[in-house]
């Protein structure tokens, strides 16, 4: 009776889970795209797009992605042979425990007309399979905790999913264990299955139990007589052997009982089959009550991923599929961290520990962005800085197991953020050269936006200094950066200036606008001269600083050997920094 209490709960505790976060899928919106897109729309062309799939050749394709990917899992084999070793043991270990143990009412006994239990070949496989799912549960402490990859963060969501399998493993050992060494569950058996009633009989069969079949009794201990031996065996295959294979098959739960057995009457006392069964049920059903809610759903969603994926394209697929598709990506990470540890920026988390520059631990906030949460202006500009400092290199996107397209992910949350007027320096930079690749799906007034307004914010930090000749007029700002600039080898160089205007002779941007300082504000050898008087404000405002292409030509044909690109980098860093630490 609790046992089915316990399952309609858990049962009806996942479906609403899911039906909750299928939804979801459809609702929540992140492509730069999906604001004007009903839900409604979402899930027509949701319906659409997969009977187009079904009854095309594209099912081809759903094949063999669903034999190479899901069942094979060849992109995580790809990357790592541990990884892919750990995943596979405890995915097809669980899977196996699933369908032929937890299932087995529905499955195995369907299948299999002489189907127990206790009989083998079945009880082998069970104790392998959850042998599988135990190593796998160890590699994946071993390169968490002990080979400590860099750049895999552990998460909560991490702890509960070992912890939660890890119990159901151990205790259904344990379980196992006990149930072969019980005294009880022998006089069960017997009072059940047995039909004996002489007590010779029922004591022949138990020292037969007791010497084979591992079970420790009050009444009968080794050595035995050879003669009750042979009785015992004698009324086993009368009685037990359709339903009994010899436990040592269960090589996991029998070298359990044999550790347990100088305690095994004491546990049988105090019921400890029975405590350890509740434990092993409610580990399970709690496990399948929360699967939804928790980083386990990707069991779900990543092969639906992979599938998705492999039949998508970005620029002939319906838009509507792919926000929906951006969405329930989210829900098929497993937070493996191979994106993390394939990140071209991901060293910089050394420097800034922004843990929003790890694309693994990106994506817990971009759940946040979607689901609407409310985040403070900091917490914004913590993702916007995670998010901006991406290099762009498709690394992320190419080493994920699940097939999530990252990289378009990323596109999509900046200009989401950008959009909400939130202001990003490195949109006049060139790690926004991304952004300007994708110029073409975004409209005019989208794309300058977010740089007229970083501009304004530039521009209100670094007023004009109201001094004539304000290139002999050193500020206080201006002293702060000369003493930046001197604390880097690089940054020094710019000390070495005479302004013979090579730099600005030799530089594409320069020459592209004629050397027009209506446009530029300043050419390079005037923003060295300027750095050396101590006064950077008009360096900050200027269009050349934040135009530089970073093509070193300047710093190539300088006849001082000043670092001039290096030096235009360590000053955006330092406009950048005095914005951000001035900002409200």
């Not at 005019?444 to 740089?451: G, L, T």
Request: aromatic share 10%; with cysteine; net charge neutral.
């Amino acid at each position: 009776m609790i046992f089915t209490v316990l399952l309609y709960v858990s049962l009806g505790i996942f479906s609403i889970g899911l039906i909750y976060k299928v939804s979801t899928w459809f609702t929540r919106k992140i492509g730069i795209s999906a604001d004007d897109i009903a839900v409604s729309t979402r899930v027509s062309a949701a319906v659409k797009g997969t009977l187009g799939v079904v009854f095309s050749p594209k099912i081809l394709t759903l094949l063999k992605v669903l034999i190479l990917d899901v069942l094979f899992q060849r992109r995580t084999l790809k990357v790592n042979l541990l990884r892919w070793t750990m995943h596979m043991l405890i995915y097809y270990g669980f899977m196996l425990l699933l369908l032929m143990h937890g299932l087995d009412t529905f499955i195995s006994e369907r299948l299999f007309s002489n189907y127990y239990s206790t009989l083998n070949p079945f009880m082998f496989i069970r104790d392998l399979a959850a042998l599988f799912v135990i190593a796998g549960i160890a590699i994946a402490l071993y390169r968490r905790f002990i080979q400590k990859i860099p750049r895999l963060r552990t998460c909560a969501m991490d702890h509960y999913a070992i912890i939660i399998v890890a119990v159901i493993m151990i205790s259904g050992v344990f379980l196992e264990g006990t149930k072969i060494m019980s005294y009880t569950a022998f006089q069960d058996m017997v009072d059940d299955y047995g039909d004996l009633d002489d007590k010779e009989e029922i004591l022949a069969l138990e020292s037969f139990w007791v010497s084979d079949f591992g079970v420790v009794s009050p009444n009968v201990k080794a050595p035995f007589d050879r003669e009750v031996l042979a009785q015992g065996k004698e009324i086993h295959e009368m009685s037990c052997v359709d339903c009994h294979s010899s436990p040592e098959w269960a090589f996991t739960g029998y070298a359990t009982a044999k550790i347990l057995s100088p305690v095994a009457l004491a546990l049988d006392q105090m019921g400890g089959s029975q405590i350890l069964w509740y434990v092993h049920i409610i580990a399970c059903f709690l496990g399948l009550a929360y699967l939804p809610f928790s980083k386990m759903f990707h069991i779900l969603v990543s092969p639906l991923s992979l599938l998705v994926n492999s039949v998508m394209d970005n620029e002939k697929s319906d838009p509507a599929n792919i926000a929906t598709r951006q969405i329930m990506e989210l829900d098929a990470c497993t937070h493996c961290g191979a994106c993390s540890t394939h990140c071209s920026v991901g060293v910089t988390f050394e420097l800034f520990q922004n843990i929003n520059i790890l694309p693994s631990e990106k994506i817990a906030s971009v759940k946040a962005l979607a689901a609407g949460k409310t985040l403070s202006k900091q917490e914004i500009k913590i993702i916007q800085e995670g998010l901006y400092l991406c290099t762009n290199c498709h690394r992320c996107t190419d080493v994920c197991p699940v097939g999530i397209n990252l990289q378009e992910l990323w596109f999509n949350v900046r200009e989401k953020l950008l959009r909400k007027g939130y202001p990003e320096f490195l949109t006049l930079s060139l790690l926004s050269f991304y952004r300007g690749l994708r110029k073409d799906v975004l409209s005019q007034e989208q794309y300058q936006k977010p740089v007229n307004s970083t501009w304004k914010v530039l521009e209100d930090k670094f007023k004009p200094i109201d001094v004539p000749g304000s290139l002999d007029s050193p500020t206080q700002t201006g002293v702060l950066a000369k003493r930046s600039l001197t604390t880097s080898a690089q940054g020094d160089t710019f000390a070495y200036c005479f302004t013979c205007t090579t730099c600005s002779t030799v530089c594409p941007v320069a020459s592209n606008y004629e050397n027009d300082l209506n446009i530029l504000g300043m050419v390079p050898h005037q923003i060295m001269h300027a750095a050396i008087l101590g006064i950077p404000d008009p360096i900050f405002r200027s269009n050349m600083l934040w135009s530089c292409l970073g093509c070193y030509e300047c710093q190539q044909h300088c006849p001082q050997g000043v670092r001039v690109t290096d030096v235009f980098y360590e000053l955006k860093n330092l406009a950048i920094e005095h914005a951000k630490k001035t900002s409200p």
